[in-house]
């Protein structure tokens, strides 16, 4: 799968279709696919909300690969630097009421998968997540 497409929210159906279409064709583990939806979303919706860049729209490139005992699904926008595992984690002991809104996604996303690496490349920022099929 490499889909790319404008960084607007009404997008996001579109990448969840192809991303489900694509898992489907290479018959990975159904049990697995909720956390590459997971990721996909939270990562698209936060580029989609919070992303400014040099070229409007923004554009966001999402690639899903198997292989070699392992799926990676990369995000590439050309949107403005930012490293997204450079946030803060987030507080999960305050009451819900004290605690900054916000950072959950990408600490959800660190969770579920046990390789995530960020690297800016060619004026792209690149998103990188690996793991295991199941």
């Known amino acids: 799968m490499n889909v790319e497409v404008p960084g607007e929210i009404e997008r996001l159906p579109?990448?969840?279709?192809?991303?489900?279409?694509?898992?489907?064709?290479?018959?990975?583990?159904?049990?697995?696919?909720?956390?590459?939806?997971?990721?996909?979303?939270?990562?698209?919706?936060?580029?989609?909300?919070?992303?400014?860049?040099?070229?409007?729209?923004?554009?966001?490139?999402?690639?899903?690969?198997?292989?070699?005992?392992?799926?990676?699904?990369?995000?590439?926008?050309?949107?403005?630097?930012?490293?997204?595992?450079?946030?803060p984690a987030p507080d999960l002991e305050s009451p819900l009421e004290d605690r900054r809104i916000g950072g959950l996604g990408v600490h959800l996303v660190r969770r579920f998968f046990p390789d995530v690496r960020y690297e800016r490349i060619d004026g792209r920022n690149v998103l990188s997540l690996r793991r295991p099929p199941g």
Do not use: K, Y
Request: glycine letters at 6%.
């Open 14 to 87: 579109d990448l969840v279709d192809a991303l489900h279409a694509a898992w489907a064709e290479r018959e990975l583990p159904a049990d697995q696919l909720f956390a590459f939806d997971l990721a996909l979303e939270e990562v698209f919706t936060n580029l989609a909300i919070h992303a400014r860049g040099p070229v409007m729209p923004l554009r966001v490139a999402v690639r899903l690969e198997a292989g070699d005992g392992e799926v990676l699904l990369e995000i590439c926008d050309d949107g403005d630097p930012f490293d997204p595992l450079s946030a």
